[in-house]
């Protein structure tokens, strides 16, 4: 359902952490898309939808969240407190993100430009587009 990808500290020494991330080596895709998500209320809940094509990684930079991820059978909860670990998701996962911490900023690296046809954003509809799927 999904991989967690470990990320290197590139920085050795006392002045910090650096972690780069190269496109088909650190990560399984070519990145066409970069966003981050931040300012959340502990009460938000984000997501609620699924994507039919797009491959993203998902990191918390600062702070952390969880992520629950279901594919249509079973569902999955992924807490990210580490700028050292990338969830890596691939296509057809329905996802919703909560319990963000106040300062916590989620970056997400997209294999694909935005295109609101690659979301499903019901989930019914997503259940009934998983079981065509198979
Ligand atoms: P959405 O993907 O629904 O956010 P989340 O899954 O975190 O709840 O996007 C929220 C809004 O931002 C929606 O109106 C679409 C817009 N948006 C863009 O314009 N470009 C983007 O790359 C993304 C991810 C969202």
């Given at each position: 359902m999904y991989e967690i990808i470990s990320?290197?500290?590139?920085?050795?020494?006392?002045?910090?952490?650096?972690?780069?991330?190269?496109e088909m080596l650190d990560i399984p895709f070519f990145i066409?898309?970069?966003?981050?998500i931040g300012g959340v209320?502990?009460?938000a809940?984000?997501?609620?939808?699924?994507?039919?094509n797009l491959e993203q990684v998902l990191i918390c930079v600062i702070g952390s969240v969880k992520i629950l991820l279901d594919d249509g059978?079973?569902?999955k909860v992924i807490e990210l407190c580490d700028p050292f670990h990338a969830l890596y998701i691939?296509?057809?996962?329905?996802?919703?993100?909560?319990?963000?911490?106040?300062e916590s900023v989620l970056l997400v690296l997209a294999s694909e430009h935005y295109?609101?046809?690659?979301?499903?954003?019901n989930y019914s509809d997503f259940l009934e587009w998983k079981q065509g799927e198979s």
């Open positions: 990320l290197q500290d590139k920085n050795a020494g006392d002045t910090g952490f650096l972690v780069p991330i190269e066409k898309r970069i966003y981050y209320s502990a009460s809940r984000r997501g609620y939808h699924a994507h039919r059978n079973e569902k691939k296509p057809g996962l329905w996802r919703e993100m909560y319990d963000f911490t106040s295109n609101e046809e690659d979301y499903i954003r």
